[in-house]
Structure formats: structure tokens, C-alpha cells
């Protein structure tokens, strides 16, 4: 089990958007990666913990392309929402002095891609001393083997690598 205070712990999903769901991802298919996401999403929500939801746009592009927002669920009221505009989800957005508001310091990663939008994200987290936490099955990447590199590889020399079943958020 992997037990995180609620008040200083953050979900962070990344790129959780109908145009990147809908791919051809393994290990894990984009609506199964959507579906864990939300029930972690939910999970936070009612402990009292900050989600926050992470989305890219193109850069010079006129329209972005159908599909381009957050699923539905990933984003409600009262959550973090952060554009980003490169592959990792700190450069220019705001993110860090969103999460210190809010007295976070331990971050629980989720999301698509493993190996690019999370893991961008988390290297830039842990530059930052954040305290990190992958949920392997809520996130997935384009092939096996890219996710599996990042999660057997890399994560663990940045976090702790675990399942949702076994996040547990305390009072």
C-alpha cells in the first residue's frame, strides 16, 4: 500500500484527451487508462486532495483539432486545469506555483503518454523536489515496450512505481 496525506498530495493527469484515448496505446487502451484515471480522480476529490488536469495544445496552429480537450471527467470544478504547450506540463504554465498554493508536495502521475507527457512532466517535478508516485495502470504510452522502459527503467529512480489499487490517501 502506498499511503499519501491527502492535504499536501496532488493528482496530476496529463493529456487525458478524446484524440489521444482514442490511439492505438498499449499496454493499457486509452478508455481503460480514462476509466482508472477517473476512479483515482474521484477518489482524491472526496479526501480533499488537488487534481489537476493537464492538456496540450499545438503551438501555431489557427484551430486545434477535434478531440482537443479534457475528456469528460477529467476536469470539474474546483480542479487545477493547466494548457501546456510542450510535451512536459511545467514550462509556462503556472503548474508549480499552483501546486505550492495549495501546499503539494507529493505528486501521483497518471496519464498518456509514459514516456513523453508523464514522464516529461515528472522529471521536471522531481527537479522542482516534488515527491513522486506512478500509477503504472493509469497511464500508457504508444508501444509496450516504450512504457515498459519508462516504468521499469525510469520511474524508479524518480518515485515510487505502483497500481491504483494500492494508493491510499490519509486524513
Do not use: C
Not at 491527502?6 to 482514442?22: C, F, G, K, N, Y
Not at 496552429?61 to 504547450?85: R, T
Not at 508523464?118 to 522529471?123: K, P
Amino acid at each position: 500500500m502506498t499511503t499519501l496525506p491527502a492535504a499536501s498530495t496532488a493528482l496530476v493527469l496529463i493529456d487525458l484527451m478524446p484524440r489521444l484515448i482514442e490511439l492505438p496505446l498499449a499496454p493499457y487502451a486509452g478508455a481503460q487508462v480514462l476509466t482508472t484515471s477517473l476512479d483515482l480522480a474521484a477518489r482524491f476529490r472526496t479526501a480533499g486532495a488537488p487534481v489537476v488536469a493537464v492538456r496540450v495544445d499545438r503551438p501555431n496552429v489557427a484551430e486545434q483539432p477535434p478531440g482537443s480537450g479534457f475528456a469528460p471527467g477529467v476536469a470539474e470544478d474546483g480542479d487545477v486545469q493547466i494548457v501546456k504547450g510542450t510535451i512536459g506540463a511545467f514550462h509556462n504554465t503556472g503548474l508549480d506555483e499552483a501546486l505550492r498554493e495549495r501546499g503539494v508536495v507529493n505528486l501521483v502521475m497518471a496519464g498518456i503518454a509514459t514516456n513523453l507527457g508523464v514522464e516529461s512532466t515528472a522529471r521536471w517535478a522531481a527537479d522542482l523536489g516534488y515527491e513522486l508516485v506512478f500509477v503504472e495502470d493509469a497511464m500508457t504510452a504508444f508501444t509496450a515496450d516504450e512504457h515498459d522502459a519508462a516504468v521499469r527503467l525510469n520511474f524508479p529512480r524518480l518515485g515510487t512505481v505502483t497500481t491504483s489499487g494500492e494508493i491510499d490517501l490519509s486524513g
